[in-house]
């Protein structure tokens, strides 16, 4: 009886360790359109390390530590309508956001030319920097994503943590 009381405490508490490592830490996520094409292929299996950033509440847009932000390239995670999304960091607060309309829509942040549409250059255009407590997030396929371009810059509270493994 002891042996059998023993191993039901080990198996317990090797799910309850195996459970707040996948709430806090590190989880399994799919990848299922081809917004971030080719960097992550939809159908592939990605790692989310939650703790890249700091000690999110999980289901609050919230961190109850933050020793980082996201940097201008990291492929962050974080909700929209429902469900994780996948995109990479273009700019962080601060950075300008230089926009044109000559041949075609776009704007220039970190050094980089990404396309828009009428709408979202008539969206976004009379935003001269990224605002503070928020990045600016691209799908690496842009014709196929809808991102910051489309629903506005994404708070950092926000994010849930950043691709660790691809």
């Known amino acids: 009886m002891d042996r059998t009381r023993s191993n039901a405490a080990l198996f317990l508490s090797v ?5 707040a490592v996948k709430v806090f830490v590190l ?9 971030m094409l080719p960097t992550l292929r939809p159908g592939s299996f990605v790692v989310h390390w939650k ?6 509440i999980p289901l609050k847009n919230k961190y109850l530590v933050r020793w980082s932000s ?3 390239g990291d492929v962050i995670i974080y909700p929209w309508l429902g469900r994780h999304v996948i ?6 607060a601060g950075e ?6 000559a041949a075609g829509y ?3 942040v970190a050094g980089r030319d ?33 991102d910051s371009r489309d629903y506005g810059f994404v708070s950092v509270d926000s994010v849930r943590g950043k691709v660790l493994w691809k």
């Open 70 to 72: 996201p940097t201008e």
């Open 27 to 35: 989880d399994v996520l799919y990848v299922s359109g081809p917004s």
């Open 51 to 56: 703790l890249a950033y700091g000690i999110p």
């Open 15 to 19: 799910v309850l360790l195996a459970l």
């Open 106 to 108: 776009r704007v220039r």
């Open 114 to 146: 990404i396309e828009l549409t009428e709408e979202q250059y008539q969206k976004m255009s009379g935003t001269p920097a990224v605002p503070g407590g928020t990045v600016f997030a691209v799908g690496d396929n842009p014709a196929a994503s809808r």
């Open 87 to 92: 995109k990479r960091c273009r700019a962080v």
């Open 96 to 101: 300008p956001l230089e926009y044109s309309n």
